[in-house]
C-alpha cells in the first residue's frame, strides 16, 4: 500500500516537474556579438566553436601558440586566444587581447562558455593531493578566474550568458572518481549560485552535464602516465585494488563504446547561449548506452544503498 502510493507521488512529481518547468521558463535577450569557449583545442570545446562561428564571432581558447596557429590554419573563421585557466596572468591578457578586439570591430561579449577541463582517476587513499590540486585548479578555480575576469565584459553587452560544462559524474559516481566527480559536484554548485547571483544583472547561466563524449579526454585518462596505472607500486595498492586497476581499462573502452559524438554537447551549448529561453541544465549523452536523463531520474529515485549497488561494478 505505502509502495503504491509512494508510485504515484512520484508520477505526479515526475508530472509537475516539466510543468513547473515551462511555466517559470525565463526569457533572455539574444543578441549579436562574440562568445568566448575555453578550452577549444580539440574535443567538445572545438567542436562548438566551430559550429558557434556559423551564427557569432568565436575566440577560442587555447594553451598554446602552437593550438592557435593550428586552428588559425585549420578554422580560419575562429579567433585563437592563448589562454591557460590556471594562469591569473595569462586570463588577464587573454582579457586585455578579446576585450581590444570587441572594441575595434565594436563588438560585445554575449558567451562565455567554461569548458576547459582535466580528469583523472584513483582510489581516494592513494591519490596524490598536489596533483588533485592542479585538477580542481584547471575544472574549478579556473571558472572562478576566467568567469571573473570576462564577467564585466557580459555584463556590458546587455546580453550575457555563461555556460559551465559539467558531467553527469556527479550524479553516477564511481570508484576512483573522487577527484573529477568531486570537482565538477563543486562547479554544479558554483553554477546553481552563479545563476541566482548573475540573474540580477540578466545574464543566464547555464549547467551542461553530459555522459560519454567521444573526445580526447579518454585517452589522456588511460595513458602511461594515468593516474591509476602509476598507483601499481604503492604499498598496497596491488592487493586491494589491483583487480580494480586491471580492469579500468576494459571498463573504460566500454562506457566509450557508446560514446555520443560532440554534437549533442554542441546543440546544448548552442541552445544555451543562443535561445531566448535557456535551459537551466542540460543533461545530454548517455552512460553504457543509458541516456543520462533516464539516469538522472533513476539516481534521484534510488536510496544510497540502492545507488551503490548499481555503481560498484562501474
Ligand atoms: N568527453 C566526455 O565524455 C565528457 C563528459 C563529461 C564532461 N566532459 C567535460 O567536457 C569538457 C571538455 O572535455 P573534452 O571531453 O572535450 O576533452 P578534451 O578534448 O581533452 O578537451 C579539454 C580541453 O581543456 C583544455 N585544458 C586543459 N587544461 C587547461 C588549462 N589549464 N587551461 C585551458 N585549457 C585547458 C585542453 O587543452 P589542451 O589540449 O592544451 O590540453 C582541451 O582543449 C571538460 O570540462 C570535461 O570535463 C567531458
Redesign the pocket.
Known sequence: MRCAWLTVLVLLLAGIHPCLRALLAKRFPVAPGAVLV????????LHAAVALSAEVVVFA????EK?AARLKQSYPQLRPVV????STEKVEAARKEVSAALGAEELKLVGLVN?????RHLIFEYENLEEVMKLYD??VF?VYRVTQAFLPLLRASGAGRVVN?G??SPTTPAMGYTSYAGSKNALESINDVMRLELARYNISVSLLK????H???HE?ISGENAAWRRAKDLEGFREHWGEWAEGFEERRRNREAH?DGAEVTTEAIRHALRSEHPETRYVVANVHGIPCQALSWLMWLLPDRGKDLLLAGN
Open positions: 575555453t578550452g577549444a583545442s580539440s574535443g567538445i570545446g581558447g587555447v594553451r598554446s593550438d589562454l591557460d585557466v590556471t569548458n576547459a577541463g582535466i580528469s584547471v575544472n579556473g560544462v558531467s553527469i553530459p555522459g560519454m563524449v573526445s580526447a579526454l589522456k560514446a
